[in-house]
T-cell receptor, first 112, second 114 residues
Framework: QKEVEQDPGPLSVPEGAIVSLNCTYS??????FMWYRQYSRKGPELLMY????GNKEDGRFTAQVDKSSKYISLFIRDSQPSDSATYLC????????????FGAGTRLFVKA | DTGVSQNPRHKITKRGQNVTFRCDPI?????LYWYRQTLGQGPEFLTY????????KSRLLSDRFSAERPKGSFSTLEIQRTEQGDSAMYLC????????????FGEGSRLTVL
């Protein structure tokens, strides 16, 4: 079993839809939870960061962490064609030397 | 450009040859990471350095792989006797010594082994 599980999709939605992406994990030591966005042929870039449980909002993006269920989510409101990319969940912990473990990534297509 | 720089961007080689990739991190970042990414998968951790010290190495990294960061600045990843299964994108990332541990990635070096 992988430490981080993420449905690879692809997920196709119409412009303006609310997108829900999620991951589950098995290692209860994870403390830092992140979402990276990766465009084709580019390196990933950090989109959202959350420490421990709770919600965080940034513009159209909301990240949620539920440590009791070992489940994290990313919501995208009013999705745009420019949001079409692969979304990678990622997590790490101090005792792991900040080694970041990634999910497989979900490919998202937003149709105009 | 003050981002993470990787060279070469694409390398095509024949099975059995050695290849070396270079990564120049963001200058004030003391942590440097190598990841490997294959099609449809997320980045897989290979190894990481804090300054010049290699602190962790994945079990995925066979003894054909070696990474160095001799002066705590740039890093090289060498693959000896390449195999077709080594074909992948090799990503380098760096992070600050404190804070969130956010990884700043380069654009990757794509390896194709024929």
């Amino acid at each position: 079993q992988k430490e981080v599980e993420q449905d690879p999709g692809p997920l196709s939605v119409p412009e303006g839809a609310i997108v829900s992406l999620n991951c589950t994990y098995s290692n209860s030591a994870f403390q830092y939870f992140m979402w990276y966005r990766q465009y084709s042929r580019k390196g990933p870039e950090l989109l959202m960061y959350t420490y421990s449980s709770g919600n965080k909002e940034d513009g159209r993006f909301t990240a949620q962490v539920d440590k009791s269920s070992k489940y994290i989510s990313l919501f995208i409101r009013d999705s745009q064609p420019s949001d079409s990319a692969t979304y990678l969940c990622a997590m790490s912990h101090h005792t792991g030397g900040f080694k970041t473990i990634f999910g497989a990534g979900t490919r998202l297509f937003v149709k105009a | 450009d003050t981002g993470v720089s990787q060279n070469p961007r694409h390398k095509i080689t024949k099975r059995g040859q050695n290849v070396t990739f270079r990564c120049d991190p963001i200058s004030e970042h003391n942590r440097l990471y190598w990841y490997r990414q294959t099609l449809g998968q997320g980045p897989e951790f290979l190894t990481y350095f804090q300054n010049e010290a290699q602190l962790e190495k994945s079990r995925l990294l066979s003894d054909r792989f070696s990474a160095e960061r001799p002066k705590g600045s740039f890093s090289t990843l060498e693959i000896q006797r390449t195999e077709q299964g080594d074909s992948a994108m090799y990503l380098c990332a760096s992070s600050q010594p404190t804070g969130t541990g956010e990884l700043f990635f380069g654009e990757g070096s794509r390896l194709t082994v024929l």
